[in-house]
């Protein structure tokens, strides 16, 4: 069985970071404006293997994909409005701007296309994980449930990922993409935690709370940074590159001064960390990867939101979203060790 549980360990540890390789992919995604690359899901113009030139396509492509996501769109909404959510659901279908398509633009397609792909292959992968853990239905059930509902949770983002291209990147959307990643890292890392069988990385428990305060400021943070990334892409639609920060607005201003809410707390929580047992070599990731998101958000601020550091900044913030969740449960797991041994 330790066997067992070692190969299940290293499954659900390479699913975690191909989910974080996903994160860096749709960041270059945001970052360089692929998002409409493919106007359709999940195929990509109609075909599995995406044409490289315009003269692959009909001429009245643009009218053809802009019904194609309305009628999506209509669907969509007749599930938000089944949920309370009829504004939203009339907006959807009303706003015009959801059914503009976008020029073909080869390179933006490709980049997209290699999005789905990794994204397909994360599919594989968290299927195996719901596979593989149904050997532990007798042993330990959570470890199955968890590794089910992670199959149901990527199926359900693929879904709504589907409705991302459908209403041509509504903001919403795209939050709600963004959350339900960070939910399935959080489980991912739930069940690399309960299996790993090496050295903990924590022997001294600290304050509970302090971990859950830190990872809820941390997930405002990202929330709070998607909005303002869906406030760039706006902005580039009607102003140059250089005009982008100086018009962000309030959503901006809030990102970046929470950010220093964000360092203090953190730095509390290594400090803390240092002190205990065994844990110096935790502190310093965890303070490191804090504080290179906070500079590769500053040089965004300073250098006028350069492309290569947006997939940095989004991959940095998550990982310490999953060093905290690790953490969390390395807490848990230290508790219930005390117990058992009183």
Request: proline share 3%.
């Amino acid at each position: 069985m330790e066997s067992k549980t070692r190969s299940f360990c290293r499954l659900a540890f390479a699913t975690l970071i191909a989910v974080y390789v996903l994160i860096a992919v749709g960041g270059i995604v945001r970052s360089t404006g692929s998002g409409m690359g493919c106007p359709d899901w999940p195929k990509c113009f109609g075909s599995w293997v995406p044409p490289t030139s315009v003269d692959d396509l009909p001429e009245d492509y643009k009218e053809y994909y802009a019904g194609y996501r309305h009628q999506k769109n209509l669907k969509f909404a007749r599930y938000l409005s089944a949920l309370g959510f009829e504004e939203t659901a009339e907006q959807l279908i009303t706003d015009e701007s959801v059914r503009i398509e976008t020029e073909f633009n080869a390179t933006k397609t490709w980049i997209e296309y290699f999005n789905r792909l990794v994204g397909a292959t994360i599919g594989i992968l968290v299927f195996a994980v719901a596979v593989v853990s149904w050997r532990f239905r007798r042993t330990d059930k959570t470890i199955t449930a968890v590794g089910i509902v992670t199959f149901l949770l990527v199926g359900f983002q693929g879904w709504i990922g589907s409705f991302v291209v459908s209403s041509n990147l509504t903001p919403w959307t795209i939050t709600l993409h963004m959350f339900l990643a960070l939910v399935i890292v959080y489980l991912l890392v739930f069940l690399v935690s309960k299996t790993y069988g090496g050295n903990r990385l924590m022997t001294v428990p600290i304050a509970r709370g302090w971990i859950l305060a830190c990872m809820f400021v941390l997930l405002f943070q990202i929330l709070m940074g998607t909005k303002v990334r869906e406030m760039m892409d706006q902005l580039s639609l009607r102003l140059a590159r250089n005009q982008w920060i100086p018009n962000a607005g309030t959503d901006f201003a809030i990102h970046r001064s929470f950010s220093w809410v964000v360092l203090i707390l953190h730095a509390a929580l290594v400090v803390r960390l240092i002190k205990t047992q065994n844990t110096t070599g935790f502190g310093l990731a965890l303070i490191a990867l804090v504080a290179g998101t906070i500079l590769s958000g500053a040089g965004m601020a300073y250098w006028d939101v350069p492309p290569v550091l947006q997939p940095v900044h989004l991959v940095l913030a998550t990982a310490t979203f999953g060093i905290l969740a690790m953490a969390l449960m390395e807490i848990n797991r230290t508790r219930k060790t005390e117990i058992r041994e009183k």
